[in-house]
């Protein structure tokens, strides 16, 4: 149709298209590389996020939050980066696709005006030749423009592709790794377990690759690295030359000391290690118990059962066997309690018990236990091996392989197998071994409690594992002191149990609010500048075809040359490409990135700042949408979608403009046409909105899923429920798509009622157009046309672009909901402190109270005591007496109860004047060297006491990030800590020493390891009081050993306060705390509580530590 109107000029502007096919190409490549580069910095930014999220509790113990923020930023800031350079050159691409319906015109008409003629002489410029090729070059207009979509959305298809290729290219373990049958064999003493010269190791073996291979071969080893329970994951073989035979039905324990390889003889039995040489075999079903307890989201009884059906004969007998049917006695819905995401709420003894119990209502043929005992009491200890565990407990006729730092039950094992560097060093009965007084002998002799122990335990088997209510819902990283779900909780959610919250999703149209808000985070300067920019670009936009009229108008006069015409018009579309580049640059890479940037900042120090209450009732999946798929639309989706938008409304203005000023009649039809489309608006978005917060709700459970499956994937892997697990994440999946399908369908929907609407306009306008012909020149019709045809091109685009805008806004909308979350106490207060302070470590309670969240009871109920400076005070009571509430209170993680910001916090008040009004119940104080804590500012205070925790937490990074997150300390202080730590050794022999990266939770660490480089955390505090929170409680002997020591040496001038469920640990305490249900029961000397025989004499007593 070009070529009948304007002959072979029209091929001049068509070559532009050619002309770009390389600029589209390099544009490609170059995209290609930087969404690499920023997906990769957006996956290392939400891997961080997810540790942090998973060990926020420790990160406030220890006031790491700003350490990790600006780890968190840096990651942000380089995605920022790569994301305004792509910015840029797609602002400066705008140019191709913006700008070429109109450099077509430009050069088609420059040339028809020129040569275009007969014999290349100048073509005639009129009304049907201007304005018939200006329609439908304007036609091309989107085609085009789609190019640059199109371009985009290839270079994502394919990074997105690259990277899911290179993930399933990644080696796999091989599931011949051991040769695993079914079924048990036929004879009864035949070995069900072999080891033959088998060497393991946690990465492939060695081999020349080239640069790209390597690199992936460096990915599929830490992502195995992060999926496994290393001891050190080098590659040199962990196990080597490994000979075992485990008989039918016996009880075989793995001893030896840290970091020798027994947690890594368990992986390599259910193949998560890489075989190098020999052969494994199993036979019959398994069931694995984790060194770290492996909870999901759900109910008690789905945790047991899991996915099993239910028989409550055999549910029954397994809740008794392993001790939990105390802890559900107290509970008002019982087995139906949902016990939160990662056992939140469940001390460390219960998740380790609940394991167990899962583990048993398997029924395997071969358990395989790793150190489950380590965490619980000594009496809870005696139960578990009497009616679970030992020689006549549930387990009795199936084969076990335990291993266990312990050396209390070793005599009653029918095998015993010492692990020393990676090899089986020595194996047979505790007589034999004992007899040949080799390393185990050794072993024995330096930890063994000798005889005395025995009767100990004869005793602690007569002790019944008594509980009391407790209100307390959370616990400090796993000990015995709080129960799984309070008991008031329980009942407020109507005998339910649930803990989590549904997420809400919010109806009705995105507030005006929340557009306000982003404008704000953009700035009201970058607001306004757009809006200015937007204006001179549609006036340069529009300059065009009315000087084209003018032209086609004058032509005849000969008032001005051909050049004279086409000079103006050149210099208007320059005018217009330049605005048009600085427009889209403004739009769509300064502005929202600015916004992007400040959100992400506002939205990370908010998160970071929220109190605990948060955390245990909000998923982790939940708040990583928000800073994955909700910051994604933030900084993608928004930016283009307000581009489209505001061009699209600008450009159907600036045509209606135009329609109205050549057929002012028009207007009549504008109020019409217009009620038309704002009720097809407004119900469309009543619809749209609904959509997508759920599509953006439903991806929430599908994270979830995905994050509890990796944290258990060795489990899952060896009771074969990987099936069962894929058909769930599956399910969820299919939801999310949903969700997604549904809003697609949705615009389908919009777009063709959009089109049929317009069809009936342009037929409107070219009536209006037809009866007004008198009165109109013929230039003037055909700019009358020309617009109106684009019209309804705009106005389908002004709504669909108004209803993704409004979509979009949905991230803002959930971001917001976050930032207007009341946070804990300021983390600087400016209140004087003495320098040095604490300078002598004296703690005062004085009539102390508090509860985890308001409406539940309260846990301490006014506690008084008084800790003299370099006071060493053991903190003991039963299960729920709210020992671990005591070490919360003084970090300040849960608050007096009923002071202002314990209720602020759980009532989520933006606006607190409301709370100022009212009065103040007293909830007592905490005061260290005479000042009250409540006065202080959290950042100040937590970094000013040091702890110990039970479960040791490391974080991905290096040694040195590990140590110091905040990077306040020197290199040499870091090394004088690991050396006081007894650890020096061990991080010198890494490469890189202190830059020695550590894997995700500290995988390539033993347990003992880990909790060393915690007691070198608490070294380089050097704060006067220290509280030990269950420290040696997961630990093998000889860790423990060389923790208490250096405790003894290094903190005999600081206060310290030591959380104990082994009675042991605290009798050369000063002082005894003793806690029953809150309250302060006893607190004096051991020596004169075990005089006095009450609770600690009890106590002391079940333990096996005094006798009769």
Excluded at 90 to 107: E, G, K, N, R
Excluded at 172 to 198: G, Q, S, W, Y
Excluded at 303 to 327: M, V, W
Excluded at 822 to 841: D, F, H, I, N, S
């Amino acid at each position: 149709m070009l070529y009948s109107t304007m002959g072979w000029s029209a091929l001049c502007g068509l070559t532009c298209i050619l002309i770009s096919a390389p600029i589209q190409a390099w544009v490609g490549e170059f995209l290609d590389t930087a969404r690499d580069a920023k997906l990769g910095a957006m996956d290392s930014r939400i891997q961080l996020m997810t540790e942090i999220l998973g060990n926020i509790k420790i990160i406030k113990l220890y006031a790491y939050e700003e350490g990790f923020r600006s780890k968190i930023q840096a990651f942000r800031n380089e995605e920022l980066s790569i994301m305004r350079k792509s910015g840029v050159v797609l602002a400066v691409l705008s140019l191709v696709y913006t700008c070429f319906p109109f450099l077509m015109a430009f050069i088609s008409f420059a040339v028809y005006a020129t040569i275009g003629g007969p014999s290349f002489t100048p073509g005639e410029i009129n009304s049907q030749v201007v304005f018939v090729s200006m329609t439908l070059f304007g036609l091309l207009d989107r085609p085009v423009g789609c190019m640059s979509l199109v371009i985009e959305a290839t270079v994502g298809i394919r990074v997105a592709t690259r990277r899911i290729q290179k993930f399933l290219l990644k080696e796999e373990l091989d599931p011949r790794n051991t040769e695993h049958e079914p079924t048990l064999p036929k004879d009864p003493t035949a070995p069900v377990i072999v080891l033959k010269d088998a060497t393991f190791a946690w990465k492939t073996e060695s081999k020349p690759l080239d640069e790209t291979e390597e690199d992936e071969e460096d990915e599929a080893n830490e992502s195995t690295a992060l999926l496994s329970n290393s001891s050190e994951q080098t590659n040199e073989p962990t196990l080597t030359n490994v000979n075992v035979e485990i008989t039918r039905g016996h009880l075989t324990a793995v001893v030896g000391r840290v970091g020798q390889g027994k947690s890594s003889l368990l992986s390599a039995i259910i193949g998560d290690m890489y075989k190098r040489q020999g052969r494994a075999m199993i036979c019959g079903s398994v069931a694995y118990v984790p060194q770290q307890a492996w909870i999901v989201n759900a109910s008690v009884r789905d945790n047991i059962t899991f996915g099993k059906t239910f028989e409550k004969e055999r549910y029954d007998h397994i809740l008794f066997a392993s001790g939990l049917l105390p802890d559900l006695a107290i509970l008002a819905a019982g087995d139906q309690t949902e016990i939160g995401e990662r056992g939140i709420n469940l001390s460390g003894g219960q998740k380790q018990r609940l394991s167990l119990a899962r583990a048993a209502y398997q029924d395997a043929d071969i358990y395989l236990l790793d150190d489950p005992l380590s965490a619980v009491d000594a009496h809870v200890d005696q139960h578990l091996w009497t009616h679970l565990i030992g020689p006549e407990g549930l387990f009795k006729n199936k084969t076990r392989v335990l291993v266990t730092h312990g050396i209390n039950h070793l005599e009653q094992v029918d095998h015993i197998l010492v692990i020393k560097n990676g090899q089986v060093s020595e194996k047979g009965h505790y007589k034999t071994l004992m007899k040949v007084k080799q390393g185990f002998y050794q072993l024995i002799k330096e930890f063994s409690v000798s005889h005395r122990n025995k009767k100990k335990q004869k005793r602690g088997q007569k002790a019944s594992e008594s509980s009391t209510p407790s209100s307390s819902s959370t616990s400090i990283n796993g000990d015995e002191s709080c129960t799984i779900v309070a008991e008031d909780e329980a009942e407020k959610e109507g005998g339910s149990g649930e803990l989590i919250e549904d997420e809400e999703v919010k109806d009705g149209l995105v507030t005006w609010k929340t557009f306000v808000s982003y404008c704000k985070l953009m700035s009201y300067y970058f607001a306004g500048l757009i809006l200015v920019a937007f204006v001179l670009w549609q006036g340069l936009q529009l300059s065009v075809p009315f000087w084209l009229q003018h032209w086609t108008a004058t032509v005849d006069s000969n008032t001005h040359s051909t050049s004279y015409y086409l000079g103006v018009y050149a210099v208007l579309m320059a005018l217009y490409m330049a605005v048009d580049v600085y427009t889209t640059f403004l739009c769509t890479v300064e502005a929202p990135l600015y916004a992007a940037k400040a959100l992400h900042e506002n939205l990370l120090a908010k998160v970071l700042r929220l109190p605990m209450s948060f955390f245990d009732t909000t998923p982790q999946g939940r708040v990583l949408n928000r800073f994955s798929n909700d910051i994604a639309g933030v900084d993608e989706h928004i930016p283009e979608a307000l581009l489209s938008f505001m061009a699209c409304l600008f450009n159907l203005v600036g045509s209606l403009l135009i329609l109205c000023f050549v057929t002012p009649v028009f207007l009549l039809a504008i109020p019409v046409l217009a009620v038309f489309y704002l009720l097809l608006q407004a119900y469309f978005l009543r619809t749209s909105n609904i959509l997508r917060r759920l599509d953006a709700v439903a991806r929430s459970p599908l994270y979830q899923h995905f994050t509890e499956t990796l944290n258990g994937v060795s489990s899952i892997r060896a009771m074969q429920l990987s099936a069962q697990f894929t058909a769930k994440n599956d399910s969820h999946a299919n939801t999310s798509s949903n969700a997604n399908y549904a809003v697609l369908m949705n615009n389908r929907w919009l777009a063709a009622r959009i089109e049929a609407l317009s069809s009936v306009a342009i037929l409107v306008a070219a009536l209006l157009i037809v009866f007004s012909r008198g009165t109109l020149s013929p230039s003037m019709c055909g700019l009358a046309l020309s617009n109106m045809i684009q019209i309804t091109s705009y106005a389908i685009f002004s709504l669909r672009s108004y209803c993704d805008l409004q979509g979009q806004l949905v991230s803002i909308e959930r971001v917001n909901e976050y930032l207007h979350k009341r946070t804990e106490a300021p983390a600087e207060t400016g209140v004087y402190l003495p320098k040095q302070w604490p300078q002598q470590g004296k703690i005062v309670f004085k009539n102390y109270s508090t509860r985890y969240r308001e409406g539940q009871d309260l846990v301490m109920k006014n506690v008084s005591f008084t800790v003299q400076p370099a006071e060493k005070v053991g903190i003991v009571g039963r299960t729920g007496a709210g020992k671990s509430s005591l070490t919360l209170a003084l970090f300040r993680i849960i608050e007096a109860a009923d002071s202002y910001w314990a209720r602020s916090s759980a009532q989520d008040l933006t606006d607190s004047s409301a709370l100022e009004q009212e009065p103040l119940l007293d909830g007592g104080s905490i005061e260290i060297d005479g000042v009250d804590i409540s006065t202080v500012g959290l950042q100040t205070l937590r970094q000013h006491l040091a702890i110990i925790p039970q479960d040791p937490t490391l974080f991905a990074g290096t040694v040195r990030d590990n140590l110091d997150p905040n990077g306040e300390a020197s290199d040499a202080d870091l090394w004088e800590a690991l050396e006081r730590a007894h650890l020096k050794d061990h991080v010198s022999s890494l490469a890189g020493g202190l830059t020695y990266e550590v894997a995700q939770n500290g995988e390539n660490f033993s347990v003992g390891q880990r909790s060393l480089i915690c007691l070198a955390r608490a070294l380089l505090r050097k704060t006067k009081i220290l509280i030990l929170d269950e420290a040696t409680a997961a630990v093998d002997v000889e860790t423990d050993e060389l923790i208490q020591k250096t405790i003894r040496e290094e903190f005999k001038d600081r206060t310290i306060l030591t959380i104990a469920h082994r009675i042991k640990t605290v009798m050369d305490s000063d002082k005894i705390l003793v806690l029953e249900q809150g309250r302060v029961e006893e607190y004096e000397s051991p020596k004169t509580l075990l005089a006095r025989k009450g609770l600690f004499h009890s106590l002391a007593e079940q333990a096996g530590e005094v006798s009769h």
